[in-house]
């Protein structure tokens, strides 16, 4: 639904909040010119646009922030999955490197702990023996 709404408002959300202001004052001019043709009128547009212009900063304002939302979360998705697909390609290991400690001693792509000796695959941040 948020994506229905960022699509078709978000590029008339500015046209809409100025013709609702239009159409406040204008429903207020009206009912102040049934009081009194002058003055009525007159007071009632005014009002009538104060009203307009904070009841729509209000609709609109949540509109917009609604519209916000959704672009900012389209973009920290498609930020995670560019992480994601660098993070999975670094930590890819060499087909021949196996799971075997002895064959994986003999490959380059392993480092060795500090502590016991124990080594690792490159892409471990602790030994999987101790831990470290």
């Not at 709404?5 to 159409?23: A, G, M």
């Not at 994601?84 to 670094?90: A, I, P, R, T």
């Amino acid at each position: 639904m948020i994506d229905w709404i960022k699509e078709k408002f978000s590029s008339v959300l500015s046209v809409c909040f100025v013709l609702y202001i239009v159409l406040i004052a204008i429903a207020c001019g009206v009912f102040g010119f049934q009081i009194d043709p002058f003055t009525g009128t007159a007071l009632g547009l005014l009002i009538g646009t104060v009203v307009g212009i904070l009841s729509g900063i209000f609709i609109f304002g949540l509109c917009a922030t609604i519209i916000s939302i959704a672009q900012s979360n389209d973009f920290i998705l498609e930020y995670l999955r560019d992480i994601s697909k660098k993070n999975e390609n670094q930590n890819k290991i060499p087909l021949s490197v196996t799971q075997d400690n002895d064959t994986a001693k003999n490959n380059s792509a392993v480092w060795v702990c500090t502590k016991c000796g124990w080594t690792n695959p490159v892409g471990t941040h602790f030994c999987e023996k101790c831990g470290k």
